[in-house]
Antibody, heavy 119, light 110 residues
Framework: QVQVVESGGGLVKPGGSLRLSCATS????????MIWIRQAPGKGLEWVSY????????YYADSVKGRVTISRDNAEKSLYLQMNSLRAEDTAVYYC????????????WGQGTTVTVSS | QSALTQPASVSGSPGQSITISCTGT?????????FSWYQQHPGKAPKLMLY???NRPSGVSNRFSGSKSDNTASLTISGLQADDEGDYYC??????????FGGGTKLTVL
């Protein structure tokens, strides 16, 4: 069964850090680009970052650039998102998703992990 | 990274057809077909409905179809059903290798 499962969310104070993880199964992880997308409460979807299958191509949204780092471990079939200098506006459900192909959309989504930034 | 423009809401009766538009900038679209569409039910993860404007992943009903004209992609749902109700988001892989989403459209089945 193809699936991705996010973890690592929680409550953190402004300026704090958090590392999100995404464990995958049921497909050859190393063949796929992976992506993080977030959704603030009551708001729409927002792209955060994506990484190529080999980890050598990485892009970030302007809203998080310089504060987050995406990475992957193909041996562990896992995706990560290190988030630093967190702000209230980073509060959201963070989804990990598999990219069908570059530019072709995201075909496998997790249920998300909730990050709340509040003092 | 300009957001895509979608109508905030659309509605239709069971059996009818509806269309949701999604407009990007010419610089972001660049003449390519990298539009995709997602359906999201409350409290659930999004689901890919169409990619490359009009291609359906396995398992998606053929009641869902897509088209594109210039910088605007459109999602059409024919034979509306109650379960089609939810939020729909378009997405674009831009010429700058970034990803942008539309603000979302709430579909109400009357």
């Amino acid at each position: 069964q193809v699936q991705v499962v996010e973890s690592g969310g929680g409550l953190v104070k402004p300026g704090g850090s958090l590392r999100l993880s995404c464990a995958t199964s049921g497909f050859t992880f190393s063949d796929y680009y992976m992506i993080w997308i977030r959704q603030a409460p009551g708001k729409g979807l927002e792209w955060v970052s994506y990484i190529s299958s080999g980890g050598d191509v990485i892009y970030y949204a302007d809203s998080v650039k310089g504060r987050v780092t995406i990475s992957r471990d193909n041996a562990e079939k896992s995706l990560y998102l290190q988030m630093n200098s967190l702000r209230a506006e980073d509060t959201a459900v963070y989804y990990c998703a598999r990219c069908l192909l570059v530019g072709k959309g995201m075909d496998v989504w997790g249920q998300g992990t909730t990050v709340t930034v509040s003092s | 990274q300009s957001a895509l423009t979608q109508p905030a809401s659309v509605s239709g009766s069971p059996g009818q057809s509806i269309t949701i538009s999604c407009t990007g900038t010419s610089s972001d679209v660049g003449g390519y077909n990298y539009f995709s569409w997602y359906q999201q039910h409350p409290g659930k993860a999004p689901k890919l409905m169409l990619y490359d404007v009009g291609n359906r992943p396995s398992g998606v009903s053929n009641r869902f179809s897509g088209s594109k004209s210039d910088n605007t992609a459109s999602l059409t749902i024919s034979g509306l059903q109650a379960d089609d109700e939810g939020d729909y988001y378009c997405s674009l892989y831009t010429t700058g290798n970034t990803v942008v989403f539309g603000g979302g459209t709430k579909l109400t089945v009357l």
